[in-house]
């Protein structure tokens, strides 16, 4: 069985940095693009960012230059530095794998349980 497990979230005043990591396992997702979504309390599940089988990265721009995601295949693992967080990204964040770049666009057949992450003021 397939599942993607993630961890690292919780509870990080404003400016401060979390590391979350995604361990996939049942399969080898080398061939997949992951990413990451967040949904915060009343709203939709957002994109946030993904990174092809290829190493190329797609960023929302709410992220842009605050966040970097980067994958150790050979861990099966892929990892969101999150820099400068502001109370707005206080969401949960789901780790996620698709057949392609169309992940941005939550064409996603592998979705984590979500981790918390708080950013307080």
């Known amino acids: 069985q397939s599942q993607l497990v993630e961890s690292g979230g919780g509870l990080v005043q404003a400016g401060g940095s979390l590391r979350l990591s995604c361990a996939a396992s049942?399969?080898?997702?080398?061939?997949?693009?992951m990413g990451w979504f967040r949904q915060a309390p009343g709203k939709e599940r957002e994109f946030v960012v993904a990174?092809?089988?290829?190493?190329?990265?797609y960023y929302a721009d709410s992220v842009k230059g605050r966040c970097t995601i980067s994958r150790d295949n050979a861990k099966n693992t892929v990892y969101l530095q999150m820099n400068k967080l502001k109370p707005e990204d206080t969401a949960v964040y789901y780790c996620a794998a698709g057949p392609g770049i169309t992940i941005s666009r939550g064409v996603v057949h592998y979705w984590g349980q979500g981790t918390q992450v708080t950013v307080s003021s």
């Open positions: 990174t092809s089988s290829g190493g190329s990265t």
């Open positions: 049942g399969r080898t997702f080398s061939s997949y693009a």
